[in-house]
């Protein structure tokens, strides 16, 4: 009995076609990668900057006048240097004739004043050599402390009727964002919270006896009206 054996021959063709047959469902299912940029809600942040002052020296002086004083008091009000992280006054070189111990003794003076102001963390040192600081006779005063940016606000440069990809206005939170910058107190509260104080350990005692004693307020409502009839905290 004679048997027949069939080989299948190497064909280039064949084997195209089975790799695109293979290729196409995958490719079919792979998922489309989006790209595009998600817009960042607004918000106000703090940035550290130096603030500048130079307060002048008439002739061989080495007391403020008047008007420097109350120029030099004015800076402080105004950058709230009594925040500020520090304040630096650096002595200028002397004119000619004078000498550097009278320049020390108008940064001194101008320290002094700083200090009395408000002014923390007042530190008296001369410029690195090449630095550009105070003119001649004079002092300069470098007060580094945090300062808001708000958000350019109002933002429209996405239309607010058309939010196909599923993303909120450009200027969704604009109001909220330049309200809350401009309320803030300290700009370092952006940075890094404050320490809790100590805690008021007669009052917690309070309430914790209010507890016991079943005495604690029920919730308000949802109505004014409902104001009405809380017992008064004892």
Not at 60 to 70: K, M
Not at 79 to 101: F, K, N, T, Y
Not at 131 to 137: L, Q, Y
Not at 184 to 203: I, K
Request: glycine share 8%.
């Amino acid at each position: 009995m004679l048997h027949r054996r069939f080989g299948l021959r190497w064909c280039p063709g064949l084997l195209a076609a089975l790799t695109l047959a293979v290729t196409v469902p995958i490719t079919g299912c792979s998922r489309m990668e989006n790209w595009s940029n998600v817009h960042e809600p607004p918000t106000p942040k703090a940035e550290l900057v130096t603030l500048h002052h130079i307060v002048a020296f008439p002739g061989a002086e080495d007391r403020l006048s008047a008007a420097e004083r109350r120029r030099l008091e004015a800076f402080v009000t105004r950058v709230q240097a009594a925040g500020a992280e520090s304040v630096h006054v650096h002595p200028g070189v002397p004119l000619p004739g004078d000498s550097w111990r009278r320049q020390q003794r108008r940064a001194d003076a101008v320290a002094t004043i700083l200090r009395r102001a408000g002014a923390a963390a007042v530190s008296v040192d001369p410029l690195p050599d090449g630095a550009a600081g105070a003119p001649a006779g004079a002092v300069g005063v470098a007060v580094r402390r945090h300062v808001v940016t708000l958000p350019p606000c109002p933002d429209w440069t996405r239309t607010p009727h058309a939010t196909y990809n599923n993303q909120p206005s450009s200027n969704w939170g604009c109001a909220t964002a330049i309200n809350f910058g401009v309320m803030l107190h300290d700009p370092r509260d952006l940075v890094r919270g404050r320490d809790l104080g100590p805690a008021d350990g007669e009052h917690q005692a309070r309430a914790i006896k209010r507890y016991r004693e079943d005495e604690v307020r029920p919730l308000m409502g949802e109505s004014a009206s409902d104001l009405h009839g809380l017992p008064t905290a004892r």
